[in-house]
């Protein structure tokens, strides 16, 4: 059976964007960056899209 993986990069509150619209805070240092490598190398499929509220 398959794996379904859901990922998102958001604030612990779910924010995107700081209060000034900026979302240059989510810029991934080494250890993060090697993480979320690690974790997406064995994925065979990628869907990408929006939420809409």
Do not use: Q
């Not at 810029?27 to 090697?34: I, L, N, R, V």
């Not at 974790?39 to 499929?45: N, W």
């Amino acid at each position: 059976m398959a794996k379904l993986i859901y990922s998102a990069i958001t604030s612990l509150d779910g924010y995107v964007a700081d209060e000034d619209g900026n979302f240059d805070w989510a810029e991934p240092d080494e250890e993060a960056h090697t993480f979320v490598n690690d974790l997406e190398r064995p994925v065979g499929t990628y869907l990408y899209g929006r939420l809409r509220p």
